[in-house]
């Protein structure tokens, strides 16, 4: 039993990180069997934006309360800061660390499945691009804000967590246009070809999205890229 789990798992493994280029639009391609399933895996970009620009300017409201405008801003450069280290350590830790934490049942399989593997099987699929807000908000009150909350002060809690919130959205966007865009930004072109490379060459290294600083301090940077 162990051994066909493995390989039924070797198997997953290795078809979601083999691109596929479909002809016609994935929208029109049905990938789960419930209805449920099937609405929650499509996000449209401009989602993210609806659900997490309000909860920003609610934080950044809330930190000018306690704390003066400079500060706010001092914040909320260091929650960016702070966001591009949690942008790589999820998508190289969380995302791609499936050989290392991912239990070998189909259930949670099917949960990677719908998180990221579906992502990389189908990358071009404009609807299962961006994270979906309801499972960006499950990591940010799980994960992200009790992380950070260990290591700010309890003033500066509210513009730390717009900045990590602005980097995300940030993120997302910049991830949707590498995908659907022509970018004129020599920043945005380079992280383009980098993404690309990610998914066509290899998925095991070159995990910033909006940048490449946490790949080259650890050593994961794409060659020539």
Same mark, same amino acid.
């Given at each position: 039993?162990?051994?066909?789990?493995?390989?039924?798992?070797?198997?997953?493994?290795?078809?979601?990180?083999?691109?596929?280029?479909?002809?016609?639009?994935?929208?029109?391609?049905?990938?789960?069997?419930?209805?449920?399933?099937?609405?929650?895996?499509?996000?449209?970009?401009?989602?993210?934006?609806?659900?997490?620009?309000?909860?920003?300017?609610?934080?950044?409201?809330?930190?000018?309360?306690?704390?003066?405008?400079?500060?706010?801003?001092?914040?909320?450069?260091? /929650?960016?800061?702070?966001?591009?280290? %949690?942008?790589? @350590?999820? #998508?190289?830790?969380?995302? +791609?660390? !499936?050989?290392?934490?991912?239990?070998?049942?189909?259930?949670?399989?099917?949960?990677?499945?719908?998180?990221?593997?579906?992502?990389?099987?189908?990358?071009?699929?404009?609807?299962?691009?961006?994270?979906?807000?309801?499972?960006?908000?499950?990591?940010?009150?799980?994960?992200?804000?009790?992380?950070?909350?260990?290591?700010?002060?309890?003033?500066?809690?509210?513009?730390?967590?717009? /900045?990590?919130?602005?980097?995300?959205? %940030?993120?997302? @966007?910049? #991830?949707?246009?590498?995908? +659907?865009? !022509?970018?004129?930004?020599?920043?945005?072109?380079?992280?383009?070809?980098?993404?690309?490379?990610?998914?066509?060459?290899?998925?095991?290294?070159?995990?910033?999205?909006?940048?490449?600083?946490?790949?080259?301090?650890?050593?994961?940077?794409?060659?020539?890229?």
């Amino acid at each position: 039993m162990w051994a066909k789990e493995t390989a039924d798992f070797d198997e997953y493994l290795q078809w979601i990180n083999e691109p596929k280029h479909l002809i016609n639009p994935v929208r029109d391609v049905i990938m789960f069997d419930d209805a449920f399933s099937e609405w929650v895996s499509k996000t449209p970009w401009y989602r993210v934006l609806i659900v997490w620009i309000p909860i920003v300017l609610w934080h950044i409201y809330a930190s000018l309360q306690v704390v003066g405008l400079l500060e706010t801003c001092f914040g909320i450069l260091t /929650g960016l800061a702070m966001w591009t280290f %949690a942008e790589y @350590m999820l #998508h190289r830790f969380l995302f +791609h660390g !499936e050989g290392l934490w991912l239990p070998r049942h189909p259930k949670f399989i099917a949960a990677h499945f719908m998180f990221h593997g579906i992502h990389h099987a189908f990358p071009m699929d404009q609807y299962r691009l961006v994270f979906p807000p309801h499972l960006s908000l499950l990591l940010w009150f799980c994960m992200v804000k009790p992380a950070a909350g260990l290591v700010t002060p309890a003033d500066y809690v509210n513009c730390v967590g717009a /900045g990590i919130q602005i980097g995300y959205m %940030a993120y997302d @966007m910049i #991830h949707y246009w590498t995908h +659907h865009a !022509e970018l004129n930004c020599s920043h945005l072109k380079s992280m383009k070809r980098y993404h690309m490379l990610h998914h066509y060459r290899n998925g095991e290294i070159g995990f910033g999205v909006s940048n490449k600083f946490w790949d080259y301090v650890f050593k994961t940077e794409i060659p020539d890229a």
